[in-house]
């Protein structure tokens, strides 16, 4: 296992190190980290994609990013481990050092394992429910479990698949999304008071360093909609369970072209104030990475993106999402050694200034 985690001198060394523009690192929470990370979600449970994956992270890393994300139910656990074995060979090979990436995963979801025969239910009953890990009534109709035992438990299976004493960040994936059909909202958020004081005690205890929603709808759908969700009043309850070094700082949604509520939907409010959810995260000192940059290459085929810039398609959406005021980093998901070339030339490219982007938005909404 491998100790220690994210710091603010070693993430700022990264940069400084990086054959990267100095201009594409975002200062957040004292750290040092890239306008662009590494997603690994798609993907077949299978060795060659294991082997795809380590490769990317390690060329994605070499490139100057230091933001990696995963998920526990990524390619049936075996993305986490993908991941984990970059990390330990890029170390070894003396190229990185564990204190300058800032490493993300998430829980939540129900998973098997990719590398034991075992179908869903089968390994469910087998690692959770025999175990008294899960019981009757714990996983919702979405294959979804927030309870503190299942989550203390995912928590040190990805640590174990990580290869890593401590997380960087720990994401409740799409909780009310995957939670709502069955529970009422009152007692949603009930069970995530109980889930913050989980992962206040695990930074305690020095498993993880902060912890945060990753989502799909809640924070970018209306305030009627059963799924929505309010960032103040989440940073409000993790405030009540950890005070003010509570260590709820990162959120994770949906943002590209397309799917550009983040950006220009009044979805959320602080205090009175209708507001975008890129600016309420602003407002409340909330990191946000993003998903779906390229939506999954759909934003590639030939006509579907906007002109604009004189940048290739990956490049054009990748540069719109990160220059975005509010925007930490998209998460590109990347395996092919052409793709990660072409992605990667963006680390060379400095983002759009404020202006630029204010002009190019009013462009594209025109």
Not at 155 to 181: F, M, P, T, W
Not at 220 to 246: C, F, I, M
Request: with cysteine.
């Amino acid at each position: 296992m491998i100790s220690g985690y994210a710091t603010a001198e070693k993430t700022n060394e990264f940069a400084q190190n990086s054959n990267a523009n100095s201009t594409n690192f975002n200062e957040f929470e004292n750290l040092t980290l890239s306008n662009v990370g590494i997603g690994t979600y798609l993907g077949d449970p299978d060795n060659k994609t294991d082997e795809l994956v380590t490769s990317a992270v390690k060329q994605s890393v070499e490139s100057g990013i230091n933001v990696i994300d995963t998920a526990i139910n990524y390619r049936s656990q075996k993305a986490e481990r993908s991941v984990g074995k970059a990390i330990s060979e890029l170390i070894q090979e003396g190229k990185i050092s564990r204190d300058q990436i800032f490493v993300s995963t998430k829980n939540g979801y129900v998973t098997n394992d990719g590398d034991v025969p075992l179908g869903l239910w089968e390994y469910v009953k087998k690692e959770y429910t025999d175990k008294g890990v899960v019981k009757e009534g714990d996983i919702t109709s979405g294959y979804h479990c927030m309870t503190v035992p299942y989550l203390s438990d995912q928590l040190d299976r990805s640590l174990e698949n990580l290869g890593l004493d401590c997380v960087d960040l720990i994401y409740l994936h799409n909780a009310i999304e995957g939670q709502i059909k069955d529970v009422s909202k009152e007692k949603f958020l009930e069970n995530l008071k109980s889930v913050f004081e989980l992962y206040e005690q695990k930074r305690k205890e020095g498993k993880i360093k902060f912890y945060g929603l990753a989502t799909w709808e809640c924070f970018r759908v209306a305030k009627d909609n059963p799924q929505y969700l309010s960032l103040e009043d989440t940073v409000n309850l993790a405030k009540q369970v950890g005070g003010e070094n509570h260590g709820f700082r990162f959120i994770q949604l949906p943002f590209n072209l397309y799917y550009d509520q983040a950006l220009l939907g009044k979805t959320q409010f602080v205090g009175d104030t209708s507001t975008s959810l890129l600016e309420s995260a602003v407002k409340l000192g909330i990191g946000v990475f993003t998903s779906v940059p390229l939506m999954q290459g759909r934003l590639l085929q030939p006509g579907t993106m906007p002109e604009f810039l004189d940048l290739k398609p990956s490049l054009r959406a990748l540069q719109f999402i990160r220059s975005s005021p509010g925007v930490l980093a998209p998460l590109v998901g990347q395996k092919s050694l052409e793709h990660i070339s072409e992605n990667m030339e963006i680390m060379n490219i400095p983002p759009l200034s404020d202006d630029e982007f204010l002009k190019l938005v009013k462009k594209l909404t025109s």
